[in-house]
């Protein structure tokens, strides 16, 4: 998708007037304006671009925007989205997630969403819990998480979002943190300028259910390394990574997938002729 | 279209049977095609065993020289190519004295199935008479031998062997030998099973399947976005489809599962391509929760459900109507919605296509109930009729200020805008919502959205087309989807004149219409309700729904046998003696 | 028990409003277990602005000397910490002229949701009577404003804050000071609304909500795993099982979603531990497909469901009885099974220990209906009636050869075996089977296992506990699950010798008992309907399945609002006076 | 899990009387031997063993056998056989699927398996296509396979198993090919051998709507290195992996899941007291 960004862009025209439902000093306000920041880069019109999500915290995003929005079931943005960008190839589609949302319920539409490499972009705010309903684990939380579902930590390994989706087929892997907003806006125009499937792990802190991750803005730091365009060598980094670096970490060059058009178009009623005796 | 028929039979019905292999399949659908261009009507259903492949395998035909609707439970004929595993169809294969079986093998033993019935038996040793035809198929012999039988030009037959084998010249020619031998078997016989000649008529015949028929309604109403999960006995809906769909602009996905197919489905549509999804009782099961999202969104949108036998995995290759209960009541919340069902194989098309275009109207999903009887069976039939149903949502596309997605209007329908549209931007949502769509939890706005969405459904004018009702006596038979054939069939003999008998075949199940109801049967002293389940799943919506007092009684069977029309009749002739 | 208390007052309503960090439900929630300390029974219910966090809040409370099981909608009291949104409540609130509102806050203007009804208003300004306690707290303030003002004894408001605080002795000690300028404040007024002592009784309270009894019936009735999916409202159910399963040796597993949790659960119960999951409606839709499977391959298993408002996502915090069709209905083909509805916040505990008893007793699915008014209500009650009822499975542990695992027995309960037992080796399945389990497609072993699976579930003898009545009269009031609450609280006034009205509220929804219905409406001359939904669920659901004549008539508001007892009182006024 | 072969269990104790429904010559024959011998060779007795499925023509095998068996609902298979485990964890539960049972309708539960590293076996009998329904494309079919559902073929990247099993966090990987029922024998012994989730592909032909599969025993190979315990080695050979090589690829040493066990346990009635005012 190439745009070119006109002056009269700001990024409040992409913010409705509705009041966010987040908590105060909840990452996901930062997301909105990091997203907000990109479109007016980018100077996509707001009725140009469709806004999709699940159900969660971070999924109300939709209704904060100007975008064409929707606000589908737990955990089923990327379907919408796919149908969404399919039937109506010329709309910017946005996908925006949770970590339960997109990793937990929704994990299998991730899975295919990378391999099938529509031209979507799916952002997911990820905190490492269930805000939502007030503080469960979700696939990323750590371990030795102690809460009421799994009392002592769930003693599982976290899922890592970003080394399935590269495993999966995305074309576009990014992380960025919601506390940096420039950041977020810089990799979210990318990844929507991206051709077929671009994936953006944003960390997002939950102040109310982990309000030790207020610290992760201590933690969070570019990588240290180019954007490489090798499968592999995205492995072996993200095999290493300790989830903190942010940036564009692996690009591919897939042309996103497109349905087949066929030059000559006939009539539904053509079709008769098969069943006439 | 000229025929030699001499014989007098109205209607035949035909099963072959046969092991893995042994073309039975072949047979009935070149037998078909063959009866059809000589100018018969008829229809075949095909049953297997539980193999994938190269288990047993069973034909039921049926032809007439008028448009047939419904399966028989009796034979006229049984062919056996050969006797493998044929007692596993026993139950599904009615024979008695009036029947002739041919056995296409010399046995020594007849399975039971045919022992017990005194149908009479005559032997047609297939490969004896092949002795001499190197590389000459039994099955195509039996083509031949059933064809002169019904009394089914030769030229015909050969035509439907032409067209098949065309492009192998050698097999042809064996195949051509091999059928001449068949029909000269049955001038051995001193036997007439000779049908009737197909009336002499310009009126147009098609040969198809309900499941083509429901895809080119769909493609008709203006369907051109379908995302969908391949499950038996629905896919050949999509594999009909698909390629079709490209060619008039518009395209088939197959999704990950029925999750994402609904939901793929769900965003074409949001974002302005009349879309449909196509699956059976599990799939429909997975799907009721985005259901639902369809309907607090108001998000127009098809699915076909081609209902198989149940609960579970069940009996995945045969018929029944028992997700009856599961597409009307299977959502969460109050979640009203539009549920229809075809009556016949060409009725899979017209109601498909007003599926369509009262989804669209109305911005809602509706569940099209088709079963296996009628997808997967392959029908000689009258032309299905034209329908201008067409997918007509109403779209604003110049939008003033403070445009309200979800606004009260008095038809309940709301104007919506498509992606793309300035100033008509919202944000569709399942959480309850105000008229602009912002979601609240306040009791006005539970109450007006929930009004609204019910009454839109509700006060549509349906028209006629929510039932086929015919006859005017004061015996009511109510019945639905394909066993609308099986009463029509039944009621045609007992009462042709339509005085002392009224058949209602309901085609708009959800929502319920009470009064047009109740007008149908003004008048009526008894009513029969007849369906496809164990459950009476028709028969209690009915009494939930309309007024039926103490009329109604229940004639309910499960599948996987077709509804019994002569129990039927029994039935009914009870009643008109009382 | 001691109490202070002079009061006439037999039950008192009050309201408390905040915005978010204005500790409205600390006030709430203290306020209701000092006055079960004292004696009293009573109830706290929440409601909330949009907000995750820091958004307005009210709690709903009630008092009395004697059980209380039903909110009212009339409101004695409403206390604003301040009135910040507090005009989003207005339709939960009912005040009038009977009502006294306290403003919290020196307020200009007050909200319309109180101007407007009449209710008397008085200013106790807390900022300003707290200006000289440093730190001092608005909310522990109302506290021992609200109290006083109901009578409750000092001390036993002290013990709460203490209990809550504890850890904090320098928060303890203004606290405590904070409540007695509260306390305090209630002598400057001259008004009387203090409630009658609680009666001397040995009777054992509880103070519970409906998600932990429903917990708690599960532990006794024997489940010992789960795996579950959050969701509200039925996360706490969840939260309070993990830690406790596994002090009796069981387990919880959070699931990465329903299809998973609902699998687990059926597998675990396969290899013989009783299991459960909780969801609410989306999570139930999900699950269908599943239940089938449970359902054909009889494998026992309990789902609590705890309704919400709906359709989608709809209002995810407050309380509708709208999944009824979806419990009933929802699965594809003919899936007979359990679905059953606590009336009450102890019946909670009950009903979903027998859920346990009679899904292991069946070997089937048990859904248990309950919703967010009976799971998130902090109720202080009778304790709740013991039973015996267990998981007791007819397992089969010495297994002669030819072991038939769907057996065509006398009572359709086919002994099992688990893994693990030798000889006893079968496969569960989906497919329709013969009885050894062996997949069939046969028209004998569909019927036969179709008429098993609903014998064994028809023929059982549920005993009294299928419904509770009560009452003689002519006139029959039927609801179900919460709303039970509503009708008993307004017949009793109406009618507390129950000699004019007959209440029934089901708790065996599933499989229908015409009979027992039958015989419990006898010689009723009209019957009302009672539900929380826009559809009138229950009201077509006993149409379709029980014999009700045209005495019926239904009485169905959806939520967020609980069912009106006053509409209920003048409707059933108006027919004891026809 | 541990077990010490007696010499008296034979592969065809394992196998139950029924007549399979699979095509002659279909790959799910000789899985099933395998199967047999993999057992007769572990000395699990059949009644100590829970062979569970989905639905598909592979999802088929357990009534052939003789073990305890579960025919569950498409797709669903793990989360049944997580159920049988954590409940009686001194059972062996073995999974049986199909590349469309396992990688299109069951992904997400494959993904969370993987990670929750729960003590099962999963073997999954790939033949690149929907077999049951007649001839769809699955996740693993190649791109250009014409069929009925996607004429010319779906144009979509495969799916590869070992790969996202691996960035999953599967403890055992290995590719079989059913062909050489004494390789899968010795494949899913050493599955069942290894603690926690074990992953076994084996490339099972379909031989009615993909015949050209005959050929894959002309292409199949052990592969020629040792069995890796680095995940990053793994990735890399995966990743260069033509589908056909054979053998125990990675293994892992992270123990089992297992539920937390509490010591003291308590009475049900205990709770009460939580309650009483
Ligand atoms: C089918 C279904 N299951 C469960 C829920 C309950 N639910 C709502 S949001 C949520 C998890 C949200 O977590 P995440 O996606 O991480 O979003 P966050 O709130 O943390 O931003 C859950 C389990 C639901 N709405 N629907
Ligand atoms: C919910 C649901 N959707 C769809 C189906 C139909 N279905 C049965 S098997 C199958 C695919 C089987 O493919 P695979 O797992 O590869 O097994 P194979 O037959 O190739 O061994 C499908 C789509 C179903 N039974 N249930
Ligand atoms: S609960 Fe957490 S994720 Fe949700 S709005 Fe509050 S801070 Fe954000
Ligand atoms: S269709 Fe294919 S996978 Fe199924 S049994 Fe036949 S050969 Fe095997
Ligand atoms: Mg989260
Ligand atoms: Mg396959």
Redesign the interface.
């Known amino acids: 998708m190439t745009t070119n960004p006109p002056k009269t862009f700001l990024a409040k025209s992409y913010k409705s007037g509705l009041k966010p439902v987040w908590c105060p000093g909840c990452g996901d306000h930062n997301v909105l304006m990091g997203f907000t920041k990109a479109m007016a880069k980018l100077g996509v019109k707001p009725e140009k671009s469709v806004v999709v999500s699940g159900i969660g915290c971070s999924s109300r995003i939709p209704a904060y925007t100007k975008c064409y929005g929707f606000h589908g079931v737990h955990g089923r943005s990327l379907p919408i989205a796919a149908g969404i960008k399919l039937a109506r190839p010329e709309l910017s589609v946005l996908v925006f997630s949770g970590d339960g949302d997109g990793y937990s319920i929704g994990g299998n539409h991730f899975l295919h969403a990378c391999r099938r490499n529509i031209d979507l972009t799916y952002i997911v705010m990820d905190n490492q819990v269930y805000g939502m309903t007030k503080g469960q684990p979700s696939p990323t939380t750590e371990p030795d998480w102690d809460n009421g579902m799994a009392p002592g930590g769930t003693n599982l390994r976290p899922f890592q979002p970003l080394v399935i989706a590269l495993a999966a087929g995305a074309n576009f892997i990014a992380r960025g943190f919601s506390g940096d907003s420039n950041g977020t806006a810089e990799l979210i125009s990318k990844a929507v300028m991206h051709p077929g499937f671009s994936f953006v792990e944003i960390l997002s802190p939950c102040v109310t259910f982990r309000p030790e991750q207020r610290a992760w803005k201590e933690m969070v730091r570019p990588a240290p390394v180019e954007t490489t365009y090798d499968r592999g060598q995205a492995a072996r980094r993200l095999a290493t990574d300790d989830g903190f670096y942010t940036g564009v970490l692996f690009r591919d060059t897939r042309p996103a997938f497109e349905p087949p058009v066929v030059d000559n178009r006939i009539e539904v009623s053509d079709f008769d002729h098969e069943f006439v005796v | 279209m000229p025929s030699n028929s001499q014989g007098k039979i109205q209607r035949l019905a035909i099963a072959i049977v046969g092991s893995g292999g042994s073309g039975v399949m072949t047979v009935g659908d070149l037998l078909l095609r063959a009866a ?2 000589a100018g018969w009507y008829g229809m075949m259903r095909r049953s297997s065993g ?6 047993e395998v069973a034909a039921y035909l049926e032809f007439s020289s008028k448009p047939i609707e419904y399966p028989g439970e009796h034979f006229d004929i049984l062919l056996a190519i050969d006797w493998k595993n044929a007692d ?1 169809f026993a ?2 294969i009615g024979l008695d004295e009036s029947s002739t079986v041919f056995s296409g093998e010399s046995a020594t033993e007849l399975p039971k199935m045919v022992s017990t019935t005194g149908a009479r038996v005559i032997e047609v040793d297939f490969k004896l008479l092949l002795k001499k035809l190197k590389g000459g198929r039994n099955n195509i012999a039996a083509l031949g031998f059933l064809g002169a039988l019904i009394g089914c030009p030769a030229n015909m037959l050969q035509a439907e062997v032409d067209r098949k084998f065309s492009s192998k010249a050698m097999e042809l020619e064996v195949s051509f030998a091999a059928l001449q031998i068949g029909v000269d078997a049955v001038s051995d016989l001193n036997i007439d099973l000779k049908l009737s000649p197909p009336a002499d008529s310009d009126e ?5 399947t309900g499941n ?1 028929a429901a895809g ?1 309604g769909a ?2 109403g203006g369907i ?2 379908v ?1 969908a ?4 006995p629905a ?1 050949e809906i ?2 009909w489809m ?3 769909l ?4 518009g ?23 009349p ?1 449909l999804t196509a699956t059976s ?2 799939g ?3 799907m ?3 259901l ?2 369809a ?3 108001e998000i127009p949108l098809v699915v076909v459900n081609v209902m198989r ?10 018929s ?1 109507q ?2 009856l ?2 597409a ?9 919605h539009l549920v229809l069902a075809p009556h016949s194989i060409p009725d899979c098309l017209w109601t498909t296509q007003w599926a369509v275009h009262l989804a669209e109207k109305l911005q809602t999903p509706a569940i099209v109930l088709s079963d296996q009887s009628l997808g997967q069976t392959l029908a ?1 039939t009258t ?1 299905p009729s034209d329908s201008e149903f067409k997918a007509e949502r109403e779209v604003l596309t110049d939008v003033a200020d403070n445009y309200e997605r979800y606004a009260l209007t008095d038809s309940g329908i709301s104007p919506t805008t498509l ?14 919502h105000s008229p602009s ?3 609240s ?4 706005d ?2 007006a959205q ?2 609204k969405r ?1 009454r839109k459904l509700n006060n549509f004018h349906y028209g006629d087309d929510w039932a086929e009702i015919s006859g005017n006596g004061k015996i009511g038979v109510i019945t639905w989807g394909s066993t609308g054939g099986a009463v029509r069939e039944a009621v045609q003999q007992l009462d042709p004149e339509g005085n002392l008998i009224r058949v209602m075949v309901i085609r708009l199940l959800s929502p319920a219409q009470p009064d047009l109801f109740k007008n149908a049967l003004a008048d009526t002293d008894r009513v029969l309700v007849v369906e496809q ?3 009476a ?1 028709f028969y ?2 009915l ?3 309309f007024e039926m007092d103490d009329r109604a009684e229940s004639f309910s069977k ?4 077709p509804i019994s029309s002569r129990m039927l009749q029994n039935k009914l002739q009870d009643w008109i003696a009382a």
Chains 1, 4 share one sequence.
Do not use: C
């Open positions: 059809a261009q539980p193999q994938i492949r190269g288990g596993r139950a599904e147009e015949r098609w040969t198809i083509q080119l493609l008709r051109r976005f995302a999960y391949p499950i038996t896919t999509l594999e698909s390629p079709r490209r060619k008039v602009g395209y088939l996905l197959q999704a990950e599962d029925e999750l994402a197919s609904i939901n793929m489905s769900i965003g074409a549509s949001y974002s302005g391509v879309s009782g599990p429909l099961a997975l009721t929760e985005s639902g999202l309907v607090a969104a036998g149940g609960p579970s995995t069940g009996i995945p290759t045969k029944e028992t997700d209960n599961l009307v009541h299977g959502l969460h919340g109050d979640a009203p000689v032309r992606p793309g549209t300035a100033n008509g931007q919202y944000t569709a949502d399942g959480l309850e769509g912002t979601p939890s306040m009791v006005e539970h109450d929930l009004e019910s389940s164990y459950g799943q209690r919506y009494r939930g729904y499960p599948g996987p046998l």
